[in-house]
């Protein structure tokens, strides 16, 4: 299968600072990606998709000056957190669709406390 | 507007026997389905997938059933092994606008 990487796996940052989490599509091209983000108990809830070259597409209610998506290249778009805060803090994952398939290929997640 | 809805959050089951879990959705037009497993603290991983002018479809242990008039389908993992202890999502997908449900934590007992 496909692999998507996502680092870092886990992150501690104090409130007011920035985060940036990158995903990587290894082995395939992916002109798509898209962040999810968990609460605990909770499903994955799609915040924005990615598109390489171009703006990403915000979730109606995800803050676009809040969590900055570059997609800069066909294997990387990272997802920056900015001046985080302690309701910040959750699971965020990426995801890409290799060719035109159906499936998704998820990154690991990033684990994202803010003290 | 919850699209996809996995009504139980939680699911116990003995070592060898059946586990079913359950997803409903309500949006008519999603045309394929796909169940993730998922271990605390990494990404959700692809098990298995259903398009929705089948009814069925079975690989190894796993078989995903689609009830389209109803609006429901199921996984169902027989026999089932402690190692499959996890969350398991179901995800409706239209035009490349995946949803997914809240997710059913499975734990099988030895």
């Known amino acids: 299968g496909a692999v998507v990487s996502q680092h870092p796996s886990r992150v501690i940052c104090k409130s007011g600072t920035s985060v940036k989490i990158e995903c990587r599509s290894l082995d395939f091209q992916a002109t798509t990606m898209f962040w999810y983000r968990q609460f605990p108990k909770q499903s994955l809830m799609l915040m924005a998709t990615s598109n390489e070259g171009s703006k990403a597409t915000y979730e109606q209610g995800v803050e676009k000056d809040k969590f900055l998506i570059n997609h800069a290249s066909l294997t990387l778009s990272t997802l920056t957190v900015t001046s985080a805060h302690p309701e910040d803090s959750s699971f965020y994952i990426c995801s890409a669709r290799k060719g035109g398939g159906e499936k998704l290929f998820f990154g690991s997640g990033t684990q994202l406390s803010v003290l | 507007d919850q699209q996809v809805k996995q009504n139980s959050p939680s699911l116990s089951v003995q070592e060898g026997r059946i586990s079913i879990l359950n997803c409903d959705y309500t949006?008519?037009?999603?045309?394929?389905f796909l169940w993730y497993k998922k271990y605390p603290a990494e990404g959700p991983t692809f098990l298995i997938s259903i398009s929705s002018i089948k009814d069925k479809n079975e690989d190894g242990r796993f078989t995903v059933f689609l009830n389209k008039s109803a609006k429901h389908l199921s996984l169902h993992i027989v026999p089932s092994q402690p190692g499959d202890s996890a969350v398991y999502f179901c995800?409706?997908?239209?035009?490349?606008?995946?949803?997914f449900g809240a997710g059913t934590r499975l734990t099988v007992k030895p």
């Open positions: 949006n008519s037009m999603f045309d394929y």
């Open positions: 995800a409706a997908n239209n035009n490349n606008d995946m949803r």
